[in-house]
């Protein structure tokens, strides 16, 4: 593939991913995308076949896949295989040794533990905010995306982060749905801060903040939330020290 189509195509998976992101599959159209990338239409089919090839080359790029090996034009794949792309990325990115070491058989994590897990969703989120926001995008319409989302992405994280709440707290048994809940509330918190915040209009930016104060009050408000989850008001727990 020559220079210059490389960077061309390029230009087109930005504008997929960008156009994909705001107006969602179903709404985003050839001419939104052609418009985002500066090219016509009729450049666009030179690339690729239709808007699911479009999809598909938007996800290639924000799970960061070469780009210039592709056969063009590019014909889209089954869903299932683009779903399995996401989740082959989802296994690269993912590493929260402090959630693992928690969750390990005869672990006794503390309030620390749990704000360092806080601290390294942040981390993750804040890489991977581009993908997140497409993938999100896309699970209000298309199933399979919405499932990987829903148990991959979301789930396990609640489930195991209620989990390490009750072991922190010296209760036994399975969390209940409020303390899964309380788990969602807290990865929402850290989700909203490390990546939703910057998509927000500068007048509702807190003068001030940096980016090492951000991810600190998203830790220590992720493992309060939790921690206050699991407690259920026991007075024997007001003394679980968080990191400062």
């Not at 503390?110 to 890489?127: K, V, W």
């Not at 490390?194 to 992720?222: C, D, Q, V, W, Y």
Request: charged letters at 25%; a positive charge; glycine letters at 6%.
């Amino acid at each position: 593939m020559r220079k210059k189509s490389e960077k061309r195509l390029e230009q087109i998976a930005e504008g997929a991913v960008d156009c994909f992101t705001e107006l969602g599959f179903r709404r985003a159209q050839m001419a939104d995308i052609a418009k985002a990338a500066g090219v016509s239409v009729g450049t666009l089919y030179l690339y690729v076949t239709g808007k699911e090839a479009l999809l598909h080359l938007a996800i290639l790029r924000v799970c960061e896949r070469p780009l210039d090996t592709l056969t063009l034009p590019l014909r889209a794949p089954s869903m299932q295989e683009t779903v399995k792309l996401v989740a082959a990325r989802r296994a690269e990115v993912v590493r929260l040794p402090s959630l693992v070491a928690a969750l390990g058989k005869g672990a006794k994590p503390g309030a620390a533990d749990l704000q360092a897990i806080g601290g390294e969703f942040y981390d993750l989120l804040h890489e991977v905010r581009r993908a997140v926001w497409l993938m999100n995008r896309l699970a209000q319409e298309i199933p399979e995306i919405d499932a990987l989302q829903a148990a991959a992405m979301r789930g396990d994280f609640r489930d195991d982060l209620a989990a390490v709440a009750l072991k922190i707290v010296g209760r036994r048994g399975k969390p209940g749905p409020d303390l899964k809940l309380a788990a969602r509330i807290a990865l929402e918190a850290v989700s909203w801060t490390a990546m939703h915040r910057m998509r927000e209009t500068p007048a509702n930016a807190i003068e001030g903040l940096t980016e090492k104060m951000a991810r600190e009050t998203a830790a220590h408000s992720f493992a309060s939330t939790l921690i206050s989850a699991a407690t259920e008001g026991r007075a024997d727990m007001r003394d679980l020290q968080f990191s400062s």
